[in-house]
């Protein structure tokens, strides 16, 4: 493969060229709580992942004082990966979903082991819809995987073969802010892999997961560090799938000294997104 490159522009030239792209991003970062629309309250199990299919399940109020860990113990990280939910999002009220067999949860994988597109590239990301799953692939062969929050009904994340063509560890919002209005709204561990031609920009970055598809076209993986900054919870960080995957695909093993800011990338993954958003049973 052709070595990897990392074509720097100066600082002024990136503020332009980022400058110019619209990023969609929840308006504000919101305390979480019960869908307003949903007068029973967030219910989970009412999402239709074609792999749910294949592990018996069955649902679970939120009471009270209870969360995933007082729950499931050590397991909270599988039945939230499963629910792809974050630990903000669950709340006393809702509903989710709690595998019966919770050793096949610990393994639960909605993607292929072995992707055929995939086998050609040295590092391939696919996006599943349906799934709300992302995967990276080396040569075809599965070595990473989290669940995802993709655009929301009418803010869809574009399907088809993009390619990753810059990074950015601390990037933000461009145009929304946080709930007290001090900050720009966290992008972090930010790779971008499509500009449309109104100019629209859409990333794979650390953001909430709230169960669903969510946001308004970009792909978010969880951050809790990025959440305890700039929510103060969860206390102590645990899930860091945005820069896992960033590491995975962008690091430093691949390219250059990563300098925290916007930059340029050539012969870095392609990225697949592929299928539509699952049913929501009302």
Known sequence: MLAKVVRKL???VVIVLFGLIVVYEPKTT???GPNPKDPAHEDLTRIEYPSHATIAWKAHFIRPEETLESLFGKDW???ARFNRIDRRHVYPGMTIKVPVDMAACRSYCPL???YEPAKRHEKYILIDLTEQWIAGYEYGKL???APAATGA???ETPTGLF????RDQTHSSSLYKTEDQSDQYPMDNAMRFHVGEDDVAYWIHARDLPGKPASHGCVGLYDEEMQNRVYGAPEKPVLL???RFYDWAVGEEEYEDDPGSAELLEDAPMVEVRGSLPVYRK
């Open 153 to 155: 009904a009418g803010h």
């Open 112 to 114: 292929p082991a072995e």
């Open 30 to 32: 919101s305390v979480a």
């Open 143 to 145: 070595k990473i995987s």
């Open 241 to 243: 799938d945005s820069q």
């Open 163 to 166: 390619q990753i063509d810059a």
């Open 77 to 79: 990280i599988y039945v």
């Open 10 to 12: 100066p600082h002024l």
